[in-house]
């Protein structure tokens, strides 16, 4: 099994770059939901679930997001693989019974984030720095993670890794290509110009290069989906 067959909840209303960048991440048949408009799927036959990044808040009061939590934390009891991005890393761990709350700050840009002694062990951290790059876009924040689930990565903004069981989450984009990352710091204009213009000059072909190491977890997660499904042929057989 090469190419597992893979839930990818698209909560990003639509954004243009999503869809795009996810498909030349993942090496794997991605099976679409816009779960922000469209439904959830309706069973569990996927050999593991992706989650996006969102404008929107876990903690929102609105009908869409508390189904995908529920979904999410159903398929955590059925033991199937998820990574959650951004939103998504904030829906797991509130699907997992962890916390989610506004930080009252926004981190954007690149950033430099810290592996732990769990990540440094964890599969899906594999062959990335224990210092690296990455880009990150948020106002929220994990800030309990679900009970025994261990902390992989962080940084002064917080928890931006986690892992518990078969579910993983990651607070920063590792699928941003340089596109995204400008039309996603223009976008942002409730904040200071200055720290706008500031994040745009920070786009650079240096900085895009460092934060392409962090990519690899994709293949990590997809080399361990495929890991489950075949132990999981094995305990049939």
């Known amino acids: 099994m090469n190419r597992p067959r893979l839930a990818f909840l698209d909560a990003s209303h639509g954004d243009e770059n999503t869809r795009r960048n996810f498909r030349r991440e993942l090496d794997?048949?991605?099976?679409?939901?816009?779960?922000?408009?469209?439904?959830l799927p309706d069973h569990f036959d996927y050999d593991g679930i992706v989650i996006t990044g969102s404008s929107s808040s876990v903690y929102w009061d609105e009908a869409w997001i508390q189904k995908l939590v529920s979904y999410v934390?159903?398929?955590d009891e059925r033991d199937i693989p998820v990574l959650g991005v951004c939103f998504g890393h904030q829906v797991v761990a509130e699907a997992l019974g962890g916390?989610?709350?506004?930080?009252?700050?926004?981190?954007?840009?690149?950033?430099?984030v810290l592996r732990t002694a769990d990540g440094d062990a964890d599969d899906l951290l594999t062959g990335i720095d224990d210092q690296f790059t990455v880009f990150t876009s948020h106002g929220d924040a994990v800030v309990d993670l679900p009970p025994g689930a261990d902390l992989l990565a962080e940084n002064e903004y917080g928890v931006h890794a986690f892992r518990r069981s078969h579910a993983f989450g990651v607070q920063?984009?590792?699928?941003?290509?340089?596109?995204?990352?400008?039309?996603i710091a223009r976008s942002k204009d409730f904040?200071?110009?200055?720290?706008?213009?500031?994040?745009l000059d920070g786009i650079t072909p240096e900085n895009y290069a460092a934060a392409c190491d962090a990519k690899r977890l994709f293949d990590n997660f997809v080399a361990y989906v495929n890991s489950v499904h075949q132990q999981s042929l094995e305990r049939a057989a």
């Not at 920063?172 to 039309?183: I, L, M, N, Q, R």
């Open 191 to 199: 904040l200071p110009d200055e720290q706008i213009r500031s994040v």
């Open 28 to 39: 794997a048949d991605l099976v679409e939901f816009d779960v922000t408009e469209g439904p």
């Open 172 to 183: 920063f984009h590792p699928e941003y290509d340089t596109t995204t990352a400008e039309a």
């Open 73 to 75: 934390a159903e398929a």
């Open 99 to 112: 916390t989610v709350e506004d930080m009252g700050d926004f981190e954007l840009g690149y950033s430099t």
